[in-house]
């Protein structure tokens, strides 16, 4: 096998340095694996210690060599709304992608 | 029971395909196929004009060696090596193609089962032969193709000693047992989820392999068998006239026919100057002895939708 960084080791790397930069430390989050919707490279939660649960979902079309997409949706980080964001964006991917 | 082979593409928009981990295999007018360096199992197809990639293959074969069985993990492992070298994110692929099935242990022989499967409904039938053996059959319409052949060929042909040997250990293959494939092939895979496009994650989810699952269970089943005659216990049951309406009577079901009316009306067809009222009626009377002979049960012996039952319950605990 190739030797290649994997998923969680591209986006540690990146999270550790834009992460730095941008919040300097103020908030964080880890990023989880959503199990049915492996198209999304994960999700995290902004930030539970303060009570705000504002949702992260990361995604990349090309395993983070070029661009990524950051959606965030204020409020929703929360365990029951989980499915339906994922499904929500998932869905607007469907039809942006039947349009073209 | 797993999936198999993927037909998937996807549209690169401003990306490029990083070919670094391809092999050129050809270049066509519109295309050019690549396979993954070292493995010729999975092909990568690059549409220059539309930016758009094509990967076909077997995941479990590039995975394991073989596709005798294939778990989640071994497909997320083979598909996120793939989305590795090309530097794309292939979850995202609409799915064009795909193959689902299972390979079931059967107490017979491989022909035989092969033979008491004669038809299903809207599909045109195909039987294929090595030499004067039958080994498979292949359904199909537009949507689907539906595959039933003899496994135990292509293990004892196709793959390795060392792959075989594994294949006993892990998941107990007998080269003596009797194996058959049962597989789905979904030409159209949105018309049996009934969505607009089926991307590869959806796929992949509980949710779907579960439908895969009964739905390769609903097309077994529709398959319409014959060997649903018990055969006679004794050789004087067992004449020259009995034997043709065996037959016959296993085609009842099949083809919507009542045995007995068509030799009645045949019989009755012949002319006044071949065969008299007392003839006709000697014909008859040795005809029904010879039916009463027979006796059918409702279900093929060589069904074995319960044998898939039983591996669904058992992978679905």
């Known amino acids: 096998m190739i030797q290649k960084y994997s998923k969680k080791e591209k986006i540690y790397n990146f999270l550790l340095e834009t992460g730095k930069e941008l919040s300097k430390r103020k908030v964080h989050t880890s990023i989880w694996e959503m199990e049915c919707f492996t198209e999304f490279e994960g999700y995290g939660i ?14 990349s079309e090309n395993n983070f060599t070029s661009s990524f997409t950051l959606y965030l949706f204020r409020g929703l980080g929360k365990p029951e709304y989980l499915a339906d964001v994922f499904q929500y964006v998932r869905n607007c991917h469907k039809t942006q992608k039947s349009l073209v | 029971m797993n999936l198999d082979y993927i037909d998937i593409t996807k549209f690169l928009h401003k990306d490029t395909l990083c070919t670094e981990y391809l092999q050129k295999n050809a270049v066509y007018k519109e295309a050019v196929q690549y396979h993954l360096q070292g493995c010729k199992n999975i092909e990568v197809w690059e549409y220059p004009a539309t930016n758009q990639i094509r990967i076909k293959g077997s995941i479990p074969y590039f995975v394991n060696g073989h596709n005798y069985f294939s778990t989640m993990n071994d497909w997320k492992e083979g598909l996120d090596y793939i989305a590795g ?79 075989r040997n594994e294949l006993s250990r892990a998941y107990g293959w007998d080269k003596e047992k009797h ?34 699952q009964i739905d390769l269970i609903n097309t077994y089943k529709s398959i319409m068998k014959t060997g649903c005659i018990h055969i006679p216990a004794t050789k004087s049951d067992i004449n020259s006239g009995t034997i043709p309406l065996m037959v016959l009577k296993e085609l009842e079901n099949i083809f919507d026919i009542n045995t007995e009316e068509l030799i009645k009306q045949k019989i009755k067809s012949i002319p006044d100057e071949i065969f008299n009222k007392n003839d006709r009626k000697a014909r008859v009377k040795q005809i029904k002895d010879n039916l009463k002979k027979i006796i059918s049960t409702e279900k093929s012996s060589y069904d074995i939708t319960e044998l898939l039952n039983i591996k669904l319950n058992a992978e679905n605990i």
């Not at chain 1, 902004?46 to 995604?59: H, K």
């Not at chain 2, 409904?121 to 949507?143: A, C, I, W």
């Open chain 1, 46 to 59: 902004i930030d539970e210690r303060f009570n705000i649960f504002d949702l992260l979902i990361l995604q």
């Open chain 2, 179 to 212: 194996y058959i494939k049962v597989e789905n092939h979904y030409k159209k895979p949105e018309t049996l989820f009934k969505q607009q496009n089926l991307i590869l994650s959806e796929l992949l989810s509980d949710e779907h392999l579960k439908k895969l």
């Open chain 2, 85 to 163: 070298c090309l530097n794309q994110n292939i979850y995202t692929c609409n799915v064009n193609k795909f193959e689902f099935g299972t390979i079931q242990e059967i107490p017979f022989i491989e022909a035989d089962f092969l033979h008491n499967h004669i038809k299903l409904q809207g599909m045109t039938v195909k039987p294929y032969y090595q030499g004067n053996v039958l080994t498979g059959k292949v359904f199909e319409n537009s949507n689907l193709i539906t595959k039933l052949y003899d496994v135990s060929r292509n293990i004892k042909n196709k793959l390795d000693y060392s792959i």
